[in-house]
């Protein structure tokens, strides 16, 4: 059974750092590519960042550019985002996601909630 555990989310205050982390279990996670993905409230989900399956290549919206790091250890089937100069528009719930042979798979989310 493929998982996806997010945690390191809570309230920080605009300026502020967090570091979101998530747990795979369930496939060969270093075969895969993998997301992060955001849904502010009452907003559709809005992708992130990508990193591939080695950690060689990543890829970010334009909205986090230069402020978030993604990385991946696949020693410990572990993703991480690294977050810093939060906004109050980075408020949202943050989901792992990957795509396993035309299948998607999110997690349950960790929550962010930027105070400006």
């Known amino acids: 059974e493929v998982q996806l555990v997010e945690s390191g989310g809570g309230l920080v205050q605009s300026g502020g750092s967090l570091r979101l982390s998530c747990a795979a279990s369930g496939f060969t996670f270093g075969n895969y590519d993998m997301s992060w993905v955001r849904q502010a409230p009452g907003k559709g989900p809005e992708w992130v960042s990508t990193?591939?399956?080695?950690?060689?290549?990543?890829y970010y919206a334009d909205s986090v550019e230069g402020r978030f790091t993604i990385s991946r250890d696949n020693a410990k089937n572990t993703l991480y985002l690294q977050m810093n100069s939060l906004k109050p528009e980075d408020t949202a719930n943050y989901y792992c996601?990957?795509?396993?042979?035309?299948?998607?798979?999110r997690g349950q989310g960790t929550l962010v909630t930027v105070s400006g």
């Open positions: 990193i591939n399956s080695a950690g060689y290549s990543t």
């Open positions: 996601a990957t795509d396993l042979q035309s299948s998607y798979y």
